[in-house]
């Protein structure tokens, strides 16, 4: 059995591909969870996608992965990331590495949205890829756990 990946998804990102689409591009989340899907499989890895728009919820996906032992976490908290101590709490709690992601580039933005939480809870952050960040991500999240892309046996 494949070890797991969770994708976890925050505040508003269900609107994908009609909210502010000249900041988000025009993919929706249906095209986020196929492409962390697709990435996920070429590294013998599956990704478990989740969208919340409450924190609550959020938090207890985290724990659900350490629960289950996921691998590994990609996190775009969205809004939360930049408000949510208690998701940088949970994060740091479960001790999962974790890769945070944005989808605009939050430092090219409002002020309020250059700091994160949740950042400082992960190994790594990407921010202003658009949707490739989080091709770009899972590849990072499987080089930091070893994991190996079966069709030509390097390591990411």
């Given at each position: 059995?494949?070890?797991t990946?969770?994708?976890?998804?925050?505040?508003?990102?269900?609107?994908?591909?009609?909210?502010?689409?000249?900041?988000?591009?025009?993919?929706?989340l249906?095209?986020?969870?196929?492409l962390?899907?697709?990435?996920?499989?070429?590294?013998?890895l599956?990704?478990?996608?989740?969208q919340?728009?409450?924190?609550?919820?959020?938090?207890?996906?985290?724990?659900?992965?350490?629960?289950k032992?996921?691998?590994?976490?990609?996190?775009?908290?969205?809004?939360?990331?930049?408000?949510?101590?208690?998701?940088?709490?949970?994060?740091?709690?479960?001790?999962?590495?974790?890769?945070?992601?944005?989808?605009?580039?939050?430092?090219?933005?409002?002020d309020?949205?250059?700091?994160?939480?949740?950042?400082?809870?992960?190994?790594?952050?990407?921010?202003?890829?658009?949707?490739?960040?989080?091709?770009?991500?899972i590849?990072?999240?499987?080089?930091?756990?070893?994991?190996?892309?079966?069709?030509?046996?390097?390591?990411?």
């Amino acid at each position: 059995m494949a070890k797991t990946i969770y994708v976890l998804n925050g505040p508003n990102l269900n609107m994908l591909g009609t909210r502010e689409p000249d900041t988000y591009g025009h993919a929706n989340l249906a095209d986020v969870e196929q492409l962390c899907a697709e990435t996920a499989k070429n590294f013998g890895l599956a990704a478990d996608c989740r969208q919340s728009n409450r924190e609550g919820e959020l938090i207890d996906f985290i724990h659900e992965a350490h629960a289950k032992n996921a691998a590994g976490i990609v996190i775009n908290a969205g809004g939360y990331s930049h408000t949510s101590i208690a998701l940088h709490d949970a994060l740091v709690a479960v001790k999962i590495p974790t890769v945070e992601v944005h989808i605009s580039n939050i430092h090219a933005r409002e002020d309020f949205r250059h700091h994160s939480f949740t950042a400082k809870a992960a190994f790594a952050s990407l921010s202003g890829f658009g949707i490739d960040g989080y091709r770009l991500a899972i590849n990072g999240l499987a080089a930091k756990i070893g994991a190996v892309d079966p069709s030509n046996k390097v390591k990411s």
